[in-house]
């Protein structure tokens, strides 16, 4: 089951919270689309997408949709002064040459060492990976973005994944609707949880291992 509006913006905010002034940042189809209308005034950022655009800027309003303007997903997107649109081959490259401060994507599954599993499962038709295989593995920073649980109630954080991976020990950070995780050398943390969730809660939709900070912060935004 998918996650209502509210919700989508609240994962979107949070992941907002790690872009830095000065970044270059990937964002993936779904709810990383959101980010941008989260940011302050006073980031400066330049936004990356593998169809050829740096430069996006928050999602248009109603009305004021350009149809030649799009992300890689086919949404569309502003652009900023100083942006630009390029073939996706010179997209590609700047992802493979290690120049994304940060993506931010979503997943079906993530496991507890940072394993990513984000773009089929088996049986089902689907066009490709795109650009995530390229960067989970280039891009400085990995931030996911998904549903703690997946459409059955089967916890999508779990020791191991099974679906087919897009990339091994490469997520940073989780953000789910119920709480924050960090990947460290040492497994899981725990350093967040969203109002009115509590520890007991996430524990009972985690299929993995996970030690709690000293410092848990609860957001309530």
């Known amino acids: 089951m998918g996650l209502g509006v509210e919700i989508r913006h609240r994962l979107a905010k949070r992941a907002a919270e790690e872009i830095k002034s000065g970044m270059v940042v990937n964002l993936g189809i779904g709810i990383p689309s959101l980010v941008p209308n989260h940011l302050p005034k006073d980031i400066k950022v330049m936004f990356h997408a593998e169809n050829g655009i740096v430069g996006m800027g928050p999602s248009p309003k109603n009305g004021e949709e ?51 599993a984000n773009w089929i499962v088996p049986g089902k038709k689907v066009p490709g990976m795109g650009g995530a295989m390229e960067l989970a593995q280039k891009a400085k920073k990995v931030i996911v973005l998904m549903n703690h649980c997946d459409k059955h109630g089967k916890p999508k954080i779990v020791r191991k994944c099974t679906l087919p991976l897009t990339s091994s020990e490469s997520v940073n950070l989780i953000v789910t609707e119920l709480a924050v995780f960090h990947v460290t050398n040492s497994g899981l943390v725990l350093t967040e949880i969203f109002e009115p969730f509590d520890i007991d809660t996430v524990k009972s939709k985690t299929a993995a291992d996970f030690c709690v900070s000293e410092d848990l912060r609860k957001i309530s935004y």
Do not use: K
């Open 66 to 116: 350009d149809e030649n303007l799009c992300n890689a997903g086919g949404f569309p997107v502003t652009l900023n002064i100083g942006g630009s649109y390029f073939d996706s081959s010179l997209a590609f490259g700047i992802i493979r040459s290690g120049r994304i401060d940060l993506t931010i994507l979503g997943s079906l599954q993530v496991s507890q060492t940072g394993d990513l």
